[in-house]
């Protein structure tokens, strides 16, 4: 028999945090592209040596997390929904909700770590062991059977759930499959991505693109012709005809399409039974998601850019949508979408959640998925990326598993660390270097209340 030493038995005893005397002492940042999108890792560090992994979403700026440093520096990581109330009028719809959000994940990562405890233990404890991921896949070639194939292999390697793309993406090419105000098909089909600008002129041309691709789906004009329907008709049964009739596909990005022309789309595609629709429309058209909803019999689907419970609220008292679909790096975070996911419960309502980053955001998800009921299913855009499991050290490799991410039972997110080689492999154009110093955020001030 080994005697056991008090040496060896003090290393089983986590004396490292004293979670009382926790403080917040700095925020850091890495900016990596390509993990599939752009987005932006933070670590929340610590007095005690224990750091906090975040996300800021992708499409996000950095600055919406570190605007947030000198409100949260000195303070207890583990007080997270104090911290959060704090916070969250800094955050708003779709990417501006990054910051707040990133925060937030990382204060429950370090909370975790502080007492020892994976975080879906903290939000109740689990459901469910495993987290059913579906497969979202980008097709550049407009083509149905061609689509099929790849959401074919998708299945081939375990995916149970698959999404894809329908609508004018698929057709703008095509003469007589769309119509609309002169003109506007041809800047539409422009797409609009970042990229640097040297000069004012470009910088206004750039800013008018994004113009263009911000009018909402009212006022475009843009529809689908009888030519187009039909093609995006057969495109779907040519999708079918490859992977049966068995598995859930979701459909996104119809385009900036009106209502009526999401409907006549929803009743062609009715047949092929698809898992839901998403993003029809803007979420924030309550009245026209309740008419969306009566007008077909596919599920209808919202959510991904909504920060914050409160509105999601009145679509599911509407009736509007049969799934939900936040973004935890938008809506708010872990608690927050946890507590999303109870209200769409309490309606009859699915959730599902988006997720198009790096392992950080699909932990911070896998979490709030195995300890919410209606959970259906979690998104992975980043099949094809083949560095995305070097990301972090510490995890499953792979994360996803036959189409599941199976959640450690490791203190916080359970990951150990980010591998900076691999991080520092794919920077942002611009960016030198990660994790560098963020001391000019520390003085910033503002008198911040929000009433009188
Ligand atoms: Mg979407």
């Known amino acids: 028999m080994t005697m056991t030493t008090p040496e060896a038995a003090l290393d089983r ?6 979670p009382s005397d926790l403080r917040i002492t700095d925020i850091r940042c890495a900016e990596v592209i390509g993990a599939p999108f752009r987005s932006c890792l933070i670590k929340i560090m610590t007095n005690q040596g224990i750091v906090g992994l975040g996300e800021v979403r992708d499409g996000a700026s950095k600055s919406f997390a570190l605007m947030l440093k000198c409100r949260l520096l000195g303070e207890n990581p583990c007080d997270v929904d104090r911290l959060f109330r704090r916070i969250k009028q800094f955050g708003g719809h779709g990417r501006q909700g990054g910051g707040v959000s990133a925060v937030e994940i990382a204060l429950w990562d370090i909370a975790g770590k502080a007492y020892g405890v994976p975080i879906y233990q903290m939000l109740g404890g689990k459901f469910r062991d495993r ?12 083509s149905g059977t061609e689509t099929g194939k790849r959401l074919k292999q998708r299945m081939d390697l375990g995916y149970t759930f698959l999404k894809m793309d329908l609508g004018l ?23 609009y991505e970042w990229r640097e600008t040297k000069t004012l002129e470009e910088r206004r041309l750039q800013n008018a693109l994004y113009d263009v691709h911000n009018v909402r789906h009212p006022f475009t004009g843009l529809h689908f012709t009888e030519k187009g329907l039909d093609l995006l008709e057969q495109y779907m049964s040519e999708v079918r005809a490859v992977v049966g009739p068995e598995i859930p596909i979701a459909i996104d990005h119809l385009g900036h ?18 898992a839901w629709l998403e993003d029809v429309i803007p979420w924030q058209y309550t009245d026209q998601y309740e008419r969306l909803a009566k007008s077909t019999t596919v599920p209808i689907c919202t959510g991904e850019d ?4 409160e509105d999601f609220l009145p679509l599911l008292a509407c009736g509007g949508v049969s799934v939900i679909h936040p973004d935890l790096l938008t809506s708010g975070g872990i608690l927050e979408t946890k507590k999303i996911g109870d209200a769409a419960y309490d309606h009859g309502v699915a959730m599902a959640i988006h997720m198009a980053e790096s392992p950080v955001a699909a932990m911070a998800a896998a979490h709030v998925a195995v300890a919410t009921e209606n959970f259906l299913a979690l998104e992975q855009h980043a099949v094809d990326v083949p560095w995305w499991d070097d990301i972090c050290t510490g995890l499953p490799k792979p994360l996803v598993r036959d189409g599941h991410i199976t959640v450690p039972d490791k203190p916080g997110l359970g990951i150990d660390d980010i591998d900076d080689d691999v991080i520092r492999e794919h920077l942002q154009p611009g960016v030198k270097d990660i994790w560098e110093s963020t001391d000019q955020w520390d003085g910033e001030w503002s008198w911040d209340r929000t009433w009188s």
């Open 257 to 274: 399409i009106s209502l009526n022309d999401g409907i006549r789309l929803a009743r062609r595609i009715e047949k092929y039974d698809p």
């Open 13 to 18: 005893v986590n004396t490292h945090s004293r």
């Open 169 to 191: 993406g698929q057709i703008m090419h095509v003469p007589g499959a769309a119509n609309g105000p002169t003109g506007v098909l041809d800047l539409y089909r422009t797409g």
């Open 131 to 142: 987290v059913r991921m579906y497969s979202d896949t980008d097709a550049s070639v407009p």
């Open 306 to 309: 909504i920060y914050l419970k």
